[in-house]
């Protein structure tokens, strides 16, 4: 049975950063592709960063383009999300997800079979 599980959410002020991880267990090792999300209240949730071949390729919302960092640690079967000059509108409830089971984009919530419960990120002005 495929587990994931985040950490490293938490309040910060604008302009701060915080790293969050997500571990896999049960997973199959030649499935490496992981995606992180993000949901607002009141809003969809939405693709923020994701990596695939073991971060061979990696794709990232325009919004957080430069700002944010997604790398793996294969070994730890661990996935972060580095998150730099955070803004207000990046408070949200983050997920990670994993196993592409559809060929479709990778910002696509439908893409992705399994996902966490989710870390809450606070970022005030």
């Known amino acids: 049975q495929v587990q994931l599980v985040e950490s490293g959410g938490g309040s910060v002020q604008a302009g701060g950063s915080l790293r969050l991880s997500c571990v896999v267990s049960?997973?199959?090792?030649?499935?490496?592709?992981m995606a992180w999300f993000r949901q607002a209240p009141g809003k969809e949730r939405e693709g923020v960063a994701a990596?695939?071949?073991?971060?061979?390729?990696?794709y990232y919302a325009d919004s957080v383009k430069g700002r944010f960092t997604i790398f793996q640690d294969n070994a730890k079967k661990t996935t972060y999300l580095q998150m730099n000059s955070l803004k207000p509108e990046d408070t949200a409830m983050y997920y990670c997800?994993?196993?592409?089971?559809?060929?479709?984009?990778?910002?696509?919530?439908?893409?992705?079979?399994?996902w966490g419960q989710g870390t809450q990120v606070t970022v005030s002005s």
């Open positions: 049960g997973s199959s090792p030649s499935r490496p592709a």
């Open positions: 997800a994993h196993y592409v089971q559809h060929l479709t984009n990778w910002a696509d919530v439908g893409t992705w079979k399994y």
């Open positions: 990596t695939y071949y073991s971060g061979g390729v990696t």
